[in-house]
């Protein structure tokens, strides 16, 4: 049974995109944004999507999520119900005036947020947008930052392992171009880098783990989403790394010595967790992910969605806070009925969209609909 935490119970966006002002009171686990194209559904969902760290569910720069005639800055506010169902206050913005460049500062309960940490703590959130219609044909990359996504909701210290991951590989690629042979600084880098790329390359292989068990055995599978098969090339080549960490550790801080020359030529690190992919097969027909139809490809998706909120609400008791953009209008009603249901039975709060109410007519009674508008409820 799921308790009654991780939630949105209010919404204030100002000067948010095309919502100069908006106050909206949350009143459902289903929320309906309906209206015509470019009337700000996605926008209030990437509004919603600033209520983890990072830059959102299009990964857009700040000012350009600042209203084009307002103030030049933006903020969302978000009465949230956390994981004890305690009501607390989220308020994230950027400031028009910012001297040190375009940031976003966050607020928790009126005090300033030490660490991106604390909001990951407090807010379980993902989310399914068309621009990831091409995960499985585009870059690594791509499939990185969404497995990075699921790894957040479950370990919330896995985005502090990356920046520091990163700032490292940041700090020894500049010494090997500049070429400065200063051994120690080079070996305290490369030390913080096998400590840290470990702990996100373990991360990553425990949530691949959990999730292909859960994709296998949950609801998706029976509803008619197919099941994914998921295999994580863990961007460390021939390590294993099952062996114990401190065995692991020391290997992977040894390659990292002796690539150096590799490393320096090629400009970057040629190795770890920045170099991982995760490989999605379409178990039913045995092919990459990559060459299923656009529309089984999207339900593989939805299906390893689900699952993974089935893990997350395993682990926590709480299922996480799902965005899902133009979701319904790519599923028939078949599917769009069952997932409908799932999601009501697994207790998730799920913000979708669309340009047609009829897609949701099977919702009617379970969720709170908004008609959209230029910017406004109407
Ligand atoms: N910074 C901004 N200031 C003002 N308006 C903006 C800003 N950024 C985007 N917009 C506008 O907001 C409008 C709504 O965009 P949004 O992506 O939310 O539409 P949508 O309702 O999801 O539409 P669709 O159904 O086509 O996906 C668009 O007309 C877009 O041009």
Known sequence: MARDGNRITQLRLVDFRNYSSLTLDVESRFIVLAGDNGSGKTNLLEAVSLLTPGRGLRRATYPEMANLTGSGGFSVRAGVLDEQADSVDVLTMMRPDTASGPQRQVRIDGTNA??????????????????????????????????????????????????????????????????????????????????TGLAIALARAETVHRLKAAVCEGFGAGAGFPIAGLELASGYGPVDLSRAAVDVEDEVAGRLRSNRPLDRAAGRTLEGPHRSDLLVTYLAKSMPAALASTGEQKALLIGLILAHAELVLATSGIPPIL????????????????????????????????????????????????????????
């Open 114 to 195: 030490r660490s991106a940490d604390e909001l990951l703590a407090l807010v379980r959130l993902l989310w399914l947008t068309p621009a990831m219609d091409g995960l499985f044909t585009g870059p690594a990359g791509d499939r990185r930052r969404f497995l990075d996504r699921l790894v957040l909701t479950l370990h919330p210290e896995h985005g502090r392992h990356a920046t520091d991951y990163e700032r490292a590989m940041r700090s020894r690629n500049r010494l090997l171009a500049e070429d400065r042979r200063d051994e120690s600084w080079l070996s305290a880098i490369e030390s913080q880098m096998a400590e």
């Open 323 to 378: 965005l899902l953009d133009e979701v319904a209008a790519h599923l028939d009603a078949g599917r769009r009925a069952a997932l409908f249901d799932i999601l009501d039975h697994l207790g998730v709060q799920s913000f979708m969209t669309g340009t047609d109410y009829a897609l949701f007519s099977t919702l009617e009674g379970r969720a709170q609909i908004l008609s959209i508008a230029n910017g406004s409820l109407t």
